[in-house]
């Protein structure tokens, strides 16, 4: 299965877990998953894990793509402005 689902992401049609958080300002990556199903049972741990480390205004996606860095942090101006913000916002559950 891990060359499948290394396929899948190397074509940039794995499932990743996306969660955005408020504070601190961050968007994380979890992934890859070969399947939507095994990521969305995969998204409570990791809201846990942040929870846990104290995070706070969770938004969590399960959705295909492919991304570059697994950790954005707002603190070095990585992540969109927030006028970009609400267009972003629809990706969010």
């Not at 499948?4 to 877990?17: K, Q, R």
């Not at 504070?23 to 846990?52: Q, S, V």
């Not at 942090?73 to 990706?91: I, R």
């Amino acid at each position: 299965m891990e060359f499948f689902t290394s396929l899948l992401n190397t074509l940039g049609f794995a499932w990743w877990v996306e969660i955005g958080t408020d504070h601190p300002r961050c968007i994380y990556y979890f992934g890859p998953f070969a399947t939507e199903a095994a990521a969305a049972a995969e998204k409570d741990g990791y809201i846990e894990d942040l929870e846990n480390e104290g995070a706070q205004g969770i938004r969590v996606a399960v959705k295909r793509c492919k991304p570059t860095k697994l950790t954005i942090f707002d603190e070095v101006g990585e992540l969109p402005q927030k006028g970009m913000a609400t267009q972003l916002s629809g990706q969010f559950q």
